[in-house]
């Protein structure tokens, strides 16, 4: 650039900093720039950094980026330096033509927050095309009657270039006839005319080749020639005439290929040849001589390619009527292009974000711009999405907008959205354009892990083996990823008798739970503890399960038999009248199962009898009875065992040994069996026992008198109450002894005793089970029998 340009850019570029500083507060600001056209690509055209106010950290932290109008992209921000450089070579006549100023509009676009600086790039224009003729050979055919200082109309140039480097000056081979003029022009364009200076004679000179010059302003200047024909004809004194000088026609842009636009006729009052009229273009650039063509002979101007007017919004076109003298008149058609509704909105994207968290609000997710080629209605335009969604468009600077989240969003509700930016123009028909946007909702750790079930109930068996998997928990977390990821653990167990940590564990990955060890339903029938689910998110969150574990009992224990005691010494031996009615109640084995339900139930019965089908053992509840009446021949010891089985699988059993004397009333003294005890053991007490013995003998006959003769008494005179001691009837009051059991012994047994009505201190009277109602129901004999057992013993019953 020259030294001169350069100080005013600087001027420039301090003032517009100056303005861009008092407009800080502005939305939009703008910055303008020149280049020549052609520069190198790379070249330095400004510093944007310090134009606009803004530190180099700031342009990069803030990602600037240049978009242009057309997405083209003309111009490179360099984020290191804030300097703005050419991306690619600029050429000024193919990006404006004729239009002066080029100037070529950007945006500086700043994010964070979202801030727009326009900026203007006025391409300059070097001298880099010649003039040049579009025909090679101009024809003017020239009437030798023709007067001097007529003026001949002649082709001009073209020169791509503008202003003083555009076409300027004319130039004819040095001749004697003729001489150039540029007449002033309307639209400013330099238009040859070829001046008659002196009279042509046909019959000296029919034709004349002159070499015609176009010169354009540039240093140094450029120039183009093309080779002037001039054939003098014979005099011709009428020129075509046109009926109006400025013909317009309106012309729709859709209108196909060789259709017919206008025709143009003039009229010539000569005869003959003269009067012959043919129809050109002349100064028509080659756009128009592309685009339209004319009938030679009858003037119709018919379309020879497509219109569009997107491109070009009218075209002037001169025509020019020549007759067969070489005299010629000239119009202009003013060809207006109608636009129609053919071009659909563009969107351009410029930035886009596919992925947004869940807990931001008011979010960028796309800034992009739309533009409709069409003018009036057909160019305006709606820009809207989808009704029900999460976001909205906001219109920012001139034709972008920007796609923002209006609120939080919930990935557990919706991971994805499918938007679709539509934009439709107001013309007929309307056109529409659809861009389909996909955002992503990544998560974050909102959701803590879920339990199935607030509570689990697992059965584990006794016995079992260490390590044995006995249940599982599960939980979910309805994030994602590491947030979803649930890690299992044992909480502190609030029961300090409870050494949870060496009873069970837990799977931290899957939750699957684990017994350490064997467990005892004996020693440990429940126990509860808690576990807890742990995400691995950031923070951290978590939920908790209670667990109830049941310990089933298995039949690991054997009945152990409470009475008679099986302890190896000296065994107990039950006294059992002779006179005993058959139902008896000898004894009564009491056993007990350490576990529990059918593993507990026991059952009885008689294994081995010395006698058997004298006694008799109930399944239920391990009563032994005597089950027939004694005989005098019965033998006096008895030996029974007595099979305590429970009802396990498999089923686990006792026995229990129990030694029966038969007396002849309670009197007899008891006497040992002689397998109890070895001989030689009683040797020394035998002399003792023989005396105790014969004293007991002696007092329980005497006793047995005394009772004999009261029994007597109490037959004579029923109605006289003499015993102290009577049978209840019905059920026993609760302040007699009721023993029950609450697995072993299934019934109750009731015992009564009867204390002495005189003064004195109370003893026992008698002790004796009462026997229940199960009596063998047969009558008269057996029933008196009975009765007659009872009254033996000094009962009265009522």
């Known amino acids: 650039m020259e030294i001169r340009g350069s100080l005013d850019l600087r001027k420039r570029q301090v003032l517009i900093f100056l303005v861009l500083l008092g407009l800080s507060r502005a939305d939009t600001e703008s910055a303008h720039y020149s280049v020549a056209e052609e520069t190198e690509i790379g070249s330095f055209v400004a510093n944007l950094a310090r134009d606009l106010g803004l530190g180099v950290e700031e342009l990069s932290s803030r990602e600037a980026r240049v978009v242009s109008d057309d997405n083209k992209k003309y111009l490179h921000l360099d984020l290191l330096t804030g300097d703005l450089l050419l991306n690619e070579k600029l050429d000024r006549d193919e990006l404006c033509g004729s239009t002066e100023p080029c100037v070529l509009h950007f945006q500086v676009v700043l994010e964070n927050p979202l801030q727009f600086f326009r900026v203007e790039l006025h391409v300059k224009d070097i001298n880099d095309h010649s003039p040049t003729f579009l025909d090679k050979e101009i024809l003017i055919k020239i009437s030798e009657g023709t007067t001097i200082g007529t003026t001949f109309l002649m082709e001009s140039a073209q020169d791509l270039d503008v202003g003083s480097n555009s076409l300027q000056n004319y130039t004819i081979s040095p001749n004697s006839h003729f001489h150039i003029k540029i007449p002033d022009s309307s639209d400013r364009k330099i238009y040859p005319e070829l001046v008659l200076d002196r009279a042509l004679d046909y019959e000296q000179e029919a034709e004349l080749r002159l070499t015609l010059t176009a010169l354009d302003g540039g240093s140094p200047p450029k120039s ?11 005099i011709n004194d009428n020129a075509p005439e046109f009926p109006q000088s400025l013909y317009e026609v309106q012309v729709p842009e859709d209108r196909p290929i060789g259709s017919w636009i206008v025709t143009i006729s003039a009229k010539d009052l000569d005869a003959g040849n003269y009067g012959k009229i043919s129809y050109t273009f002349f100064h028509a650039s080659e756009d128009i001589r592309k685009t ?78 739309v533009v409709d080629q069409d003018s009036g209605d057909n160019g305006r335009m709606i820009c809207s999405i989808q009704d029900n969604l999460p976001f909205f468009l906001k219109p920012t600077f001139k034709n972008f907008f920007t796609l923002v989240s209006e609120k939080a969003l919930d990935r557990e509700s919706q991971a994805e959205y499918n938007i679709t930016i539509t934009v439709t123009d107001l013309g007929t028909p309307r056109l529409k354009t659809e861009y389909n946007i996909t955002v992503l909702v990544s ?16 059965f584990v068996r006794e016995n079992n083996s260490p390590a044995l998997h006995i249940g599982s928990v599960s939980a979910t977390d309805r994030d994602s990823g590491t947030n979803a990821q649930v890690t299992y653990s044992l909480l502190p167990s609030q029961d300090p008798h409870l050494p949870l940590a060496s009873v069970v564990s837990i799977n931290t990955d899957n939750g699957h739970l684990f017994a350490l060890r064997s467990l005892d339903y004996e020693a440990l029938q429940e126990f509860e503890f ?22 089933l009992d298995a039949n690991d224990n054997s009945p152990f038999v409470l009475y008679p005691l099986q302890n190896g010494s000296a065994p107990c031996t039950e006294l059992v009248p002779r006179a005993a009615e058959p139902g008896y109640l000898v004894t009564k084995v009491v056993a007990v199962d350490g576990d529990s339900g059918q593993n507990a139930w026991l059952s009885y019965q008689l294994l081995k009898a010395t006698e058997p089908g004298l006694f008799g053992v109930w399944a239920h509840n391990g009563e032994v009875r005597t089950a027939r009446l004694l005989s005098e021949r019965e033998a006096a010891r008895h030996r029974l065992v007595v099979l305590v089985k429970d009802n396990g699988e498999p089923p686990r059993s006792a026995t229990a040994t129990l030694h029966v004397l038969l007396v002849d009333g309670f009197s007899q003294p008891y006497l040992p069996l002689p397998e109890a005890v070895p001989a030689q053991a009683q040797a020394d007490s035998l002399t003792v026992y023989l005396v105790v013995a014969l004293a007991s003998v002696s007092s329980l006959f005497l006793l047995s008198v005394l009772l004999f003769v009261a029994v007597r008494l109490f037959r004579r005179s029923r109605a006289a109450s003499v015993g102290r001691c009577s049978v209840p009837k019905g059920p026993f009051p609760g302040h007699l002894v009721d023993v029950s059991g609450t697995g072993t012994l299934s019934q109750s047994y009731q015992y009564e005793v009867c204390l002495t009505g005189g003064y004195g201190t109370n003893e026992f009277k008698f002790l004796k089970p009462i026997i229940p109602n199960f009596q063998v129901h047969d009558t008269g004999k057996n029933m008196g029998e009975i009765e007659n057992f009872r009254n033996s013993f000094g009962f009265n019953i009522e």
């Open 443 to 458: 998560d974050v750790n909102d959701n803590a892990p879920a339990f199935t079930r607030t509570s689990y109930t697992l």
């Open 292 to 369: 339209f063509e004319i009938n030679p002979i009858s003037g119709e101007v018919n379309l020879r390619s497509p219109l569009d007017f997107e491109v070009i919004q009218s075209y002037t076109i001169n025509i020019q009527a020549t007759d067969g003298g070489g005299l010629s008149g000239k119009c202009t058609l003013l060809v207006k292009v109608m636009d129609i509704n053919d071009n659909p909105p563009e969107v351009t994207v410029s930035s886009i974000t596919k992925r947004i968290p869940e807990n931001a609000s008011e979010t960028l997710v796309a800034l992009f711009s």
């Open 224 to 234: 183009g020639t093309t080779l002037v024909l001039i054939k003098v004809l014979d």
């Open 530 to 551: 808690r576990v807890g689910a742990t995400d691995r998110g950031s923070p951290v969150l978590s939920s908790e399960a209670l667990v109830r574990v049941l310990v």
